[in-house]
């Protein structure tokens, strides 16, 4: 967790130094200075880092982006709700800061991997690492603006003079994901030097889930099976685990949203209410709270172990106990209190990719190929067995039912890690689902707007139909 985040800020910081007029100049003689800090491997590493760390700001943008307007989770309190808010009722615009701020971020880590990509060597042993890893950290930035947002500029190279590009058409973009996840695969280590760089698996993890969500069946299955061949992950028996801290980057991990005390997440933050009896004084909540509704938590069965991770009541530091089931009012505690936190800001990796995924997304793309067969159903009740629910029988479903079957299991296994927007766009069920809990969703929503400020900034960048 603790590896790859101290990101160097100050690669950037040269950047900018580097066009100075010459009056404001002096000599430097740090091995880092803006005329040879791409020139070092210790200073392309630092660009690296940087990238990194804006590409995977994302996991926190998506855990905002996902829950609320999936109806996975309800906000009250705090200055976020007017943020979450539209969110939640599907009124939001371009004009919603957290568009922008993603949309800008994730560019980030794409100038940065770009710049990389252009001053390493594809041949030279220490170098050719740093460029799969920075086109791994380009291809996930990428995937992820294309997830919220369709095809956006290509923007592949830091030595493009025109940024005004306009964007490609569907199947070109999906080209250049799937070229590149797949070509950096080959180049990447099965283990990264440190946790939270790019490894193979990572990058065919991502290469599944991006073909399972463009409806790539027979790609996603050859890719899933791909991964449970090499026997490099497994499902870990105890779910709870999972997500523990002193856990992190398990065997059940591909790819996670590294974090850690001073660049983390607030999501916890988010939840519980000041009055919450926090286990460390170094612990801050905030007066926003996030959470699930009792039609969900009652879904699961009595024996299912995922559903431990709900705080149903509490005590609070008053000695007043309040009743959350039954009150729409239940907390996830799938991530932990961080004992290491600064204030609000917690060092948990947040799991993007876990083999549960890749078992589950097997199942559903060989369903939607064939209909139900024995080795979906395997890989549905190894994610069953470990939750501590009864196992399915071929015999009991079709493919429809086995459809509805996998995305509720989908619902309960990954409830909390930014699955459920997704999950119910690939299965057609995020408008009528939004319509049903009477929001006013249209066909357009399965998309964000583009930012106003980038349609502003760019007269080629078309907007999304319907905003």
Known sequence: MKSIKNIFYASIALLALSGCDDLLEENVYSELTPGNFLTTLEG?????NSAYGNSQAKGIWAYF???????????????????????????????????SQSWSQLYAAIRDANIVIDNTSTTNDK???????????????????YNWYGPVPLIVSSKNENLQLPRPTDDE?????????????????????????????GALGLLCKFY??????????????????????????????????????????LWATSANGQSGHILVALTFPTDYPLPFSNNQ?????????????????????????????????????????????????????????VGATQGNDLPEVRYSDILLSYAEALNELNGPTEEAIKAINKVRFRAGISLIDLADYNKESLRDLILQERSWEFYGESKSREDQIRHNKFITGAIARGKKAQAFHVLFPIPLTELNANPNLDPNFGY
């Open 285 to 341: 909540v905030f007066a926003a709270r996030s959470y699930l509704f009792d039609s969900y938590v009652n879904s699961f069965a009595p024996s299912d172990v995922r559903k431990n991770l709900f705080i149903t009541k509490y005590t609070n530091t008053s000695g007043t106990t309040f009743q959350l089931l039954g009150n729409d009012q239940t907390f996830s505690y799938k991530y932990e209190f961080d004992p290491n936190s």
């Open 127 to 145: 170098e050719k690492s740093l460029n799969a890893e920075a086109r791994f950290v380009r291809a996930l930035s990428f995937s992820y603006l």
């Open 65 to 99: 982006l996902s829950p609320y307007v999936s109806g996975e989770q309800w906000n009250r309190g705090g200055s976020v709700e007017s943020l979450i808010t539209p969110l939640s009722n599907f009124t939001w615009d371009s004009n919603h800061e957290w568009f």
């Open 44 to 48: 392309k590493n630092a660009v690296l």
């Open 212 to 253: 399972l969500n463009t409806k790539q069946w027979q790609k996603s299955a050859d890719i899933a099976n791909q991964i449970i061949l090499s026997k490099t992950y497994d499902i870990l028996p105890d779910y709870k685990s999972v997500f523990a801290l002193n856990n992190e980057w398990n065997k059940e991990i």
């Open 173 to 201: 973009f999906k080209s250049f994901i799937e070229k590149e996840f797949l070509e950096v695969s080959e180049l990447l280590p099965v283990k990264g030097a440190q946790n939270g760089r790019a490894t193979k698996g």
